[in-house]
């Protein structure tokens, strides 16, 4: 369905975007394809963010090229690439540049990147258990060799339920970063996938939140899950 370059297109109508949002928290290969097209329209947007022409221009010359003085052409952004177009010696090494790129990344990007997402592997995980932190599980992960750790945490008996739930990875009281899954089946554990640059050796805490009906998380914290990590 090429669901990843749809959602960030937009194209995507909005029941099938929020069906895609629950389904790329719990696939990590749905997940690498949204990350990396973001990272992909972030670089394009700081790249063509500043005018090409950077000189005041001299009164005695005159454009390569005049265009009408519409509205829609005096925009700014629309002037700035005009007068990009115009220029060989601009455009010339930049369109060979993006046809270099692009070749690189079909011939070995892509294809190593479909390798490591088709390839089964185990990773680094740990069952975390709302506890004191005298009695903290350890996580023992590799950072040359786990690019993610699993963190699994249950949720409390009794509680209130939520359709979702918001997994907030702490450390030194400031917050790491956030999760947001879906809610598992009745009485399964709630597992996230962090990665493992994220994470430092030493205590950490999972705080986990419900979401209310709003996109809100809950006022109160559902509960904290404090564990160590170690690096070998």
Known sequence: MNAPERYLLGELAPAEAEDFELHYFECQQCALAVDTGEQFI??????????????PRLEAEKPARSFPRTPFLQTPFLQTMAAFWTRPVFVIPVMAAIAAVTNYQRAVVIPKMWSVLNTSRSLPAV??????????PVLKVSPK?????????DIPPGGKTYKGYLCVLMRDKSEVSETLTPAPGEGLPITIQVPVGQLRS???DLDLYGVKSDGQRSDERISTAPFQVEFY
Request: glycine share 6%; net charge negative.
């Open 42 to 55: 972030a670089s394009a947007c700081a790249y063509y963010k500043d005018p090409i022409v950077t000189k």
């Open 145 to 153: 060799k786990d690019p993610f750790a699993e963190l699994t945490a």
């Open 127 to 136: 069952q975390l258990i709302s506890a004191s932190r005298g009695d903290e």
């Open 202 to 204: 030493g205590h950490h």
